[in-house]
């Protein structure tokens, strides 16, 4: 831990504030979204509850975290330690998940690993370690002074060996989370100079993936008739993205305001996750998402803001993969609830109910304000030294 103050670092204050701001808003909406749920239990069970738990959390690694000098994750001879120490803990957890008495399965999908006792248990989702894991290692990797990008295979073969792994662990269970794993993966060799033509040919075993777990799979292919046809009454599909619109339209302009949505009580599924963008909308308006979209662009814009700004190439990718990765998953969200995209399962960054998603989002911010306080920093003693550094 340093002592690096934030008064020179205005983008750091900038990605703190917006960060806080849809946590926030998450809270307001998680609890609105369950309002009218009862389930009998403790306290500790209900969903709201361990939401603002979590958000508390997510806070509080925020406000630590970001003092952790992130030049240590690349730190190592031949590779970057702690990122591999990070990604094999990842990978180690991923493997977890299908091993009986350890993962734990809904609805047949092997995603969550349970701590603690029956009734208060923790539920830990490793596929969202796995994709910010992944993409702080290659970042330290593609980033060294020693890696060749330009290498065929010597590089590229192994950064997408290991893509596809991490991918095949996730993609079968998750297909969302698999996808945007892929992509983050794809975007970060591409932001450190991987040649295009060798991104290009990761093109052809996607397409095949995609063949074989989505159009294969009537459920999946079923989610991307219903994009065409929300209104159809013969595919059960549909149903969601029919849902999502109707809480959308009828939010109007102003909205019904908070707490009065009415498609949560039992007509929109998934209300206080995937879906939680169309709640926002019906109880906001279409002002009230443009608001929250303007957050999302404003946390977006300080993001590409420190990776211009970093000290170090390795701060420039670091910060520019992650803002890319809930980047991606933030517009994801709103085109799935949008119906301008199938179903997915995929989450609004900071906002939808999720313990996991939440406090490692929020360590990646951190991640990325520390790239922008050691620039500032080191800036600050340039002016007292009345020297310069070349940055």
Known sequence: MERIPLRDNSTGRGLIVTTFGLLLLGVVMVHSAVASVVRPGPWYARLDVRHTIFAAVAAVVLLTAWRLDYRRLAHGKRWPILGAVLLGVAIICAIAVFVPGIGHSVAG??????????????????????????????????????????????????????????????????????????????????????????????????????????????????????????????????????????????????????????????????????????????????????????????????????????????????????????ALQAVLHIAVDLVAAPPTGMGMPFVSAGGTSLVVMAAATAIIISVTSRRAHLSGHAISRGAGYAV
């Not at 980033?143 to 330009?150: D, K």
Request: one cysteine or more.
């Open 109 to 326: 999908r092997h995603r969550w690993i349970r701590i603690g006792p029956p009734g208060a248990a923790i539920g830990f989702q490793p596929s969202e370690l796995v994709k910010f894991a992944l993409v702080i290692f290659l970042a330290g990797w593609l980033s060294r002074q020693t890696t060749n990008v330009r290498s065929f295979r010597r590089t590229f073969l192994p950064a997408a060996g290991l893509t596809g792994l991490c991918v095949a662990l996730v993609i079968t269970q998750d297909f969302s989370t698999g996808f945007l794993l892929g992509a983050a993966a794809v975007a970060t060799m591409f932001l450190a100079g991987v040649p295009w033509c060798y991104l290009a040919s990761l093109f052809a075993p996607a397409a095949g993936g995609f063949f074989w777990l989505v159009v294969r799979n009537p459920n999946r292919w079923q989610r991307i008739q219903a994009v065409f046809d929300p209104w159809s009454k013969t595919n059960p599909c549909a149903y969601q993205p029919r849902q999502s619109l109707l809480a959308i339209i009828t939010g109007g302009w102003t909205g019904k305001g908070v707490g009065g949505g009415e498609m949560k009580l039992g007509f929109l599924p998934e209300d206080s996750t995937d879906f939680i963008f169309s709640v926002f909308c019906e109880e906001w308006g279409f002002i009230g998402a443009m608001l929250l979209m303007g957050l999302l662009v404003l946390w977006i814009w300080h993001v590409r803001r420190a990776a211009v700004r970093a000290s170090d190439g390795f701060g420039q990718l670091l910060a520019g993969a992650l803002g890319f990765l809930v």
